[in-house]
């Protein structure tokens, strides 16, 4: 990976910054809004998303589940419901772009 420990460190202060006044709108808005990792590090650089509702947030919210079987079962029955009532998989393609670069074309669909 060409990025190093510093440019890394440095990218997530920066990103905190960004996210703060995220944040601080999500909570007037809704209540309660936190910033979750949602994957491990090894596994993307966009490991984080912000989650809002009205508090309180569910009990575990921000546990580490990695060895948590309940977790996953519940994880599971919410996507087999997303997709129900969606009526199949979601298609999550940006719509309208196109790259050489990474080949692939939205502009049509």
């Not at 990025?3 to 809704?30: G, M, N, V, Y």
């Not at 809004?33 to 575990?60: G, H, S, Y």
């Not at 990695?66 to 969606?86: C, K, Y």
Request: aromatic share 10%.
């Amino acid at each position: 990976n060409a990025i190093s420990e510093d440019q890394f460190s440095w990218a997530e202060i920066f990103e905190d910054h960004l996210q703060t006044p995220r944040l601080s709108k999500l909570r007037r808005c809704f209540g309660a809004a936190a910033e979750v990792r949602f994957a491990p590090r090894e596994c993307t650089l966009q490991d984080r998303c912000l989650l809002a509702m009205k508090p309180p947030f569910p009990r575990n919210l921000m546990a580490h589940h990695d060895d948590d079987p309940r977790f996953f079962a519940a994880l599971e029955q919410g996507v087999q419901e997303l997709l129900s009532a969606a009526g199949g998989p979601i298609d999550c393609r940006p719509k309208g772009l196109k790259s050489t670069k990474y080949d692939f074309d939205y502009s049509e669909d």
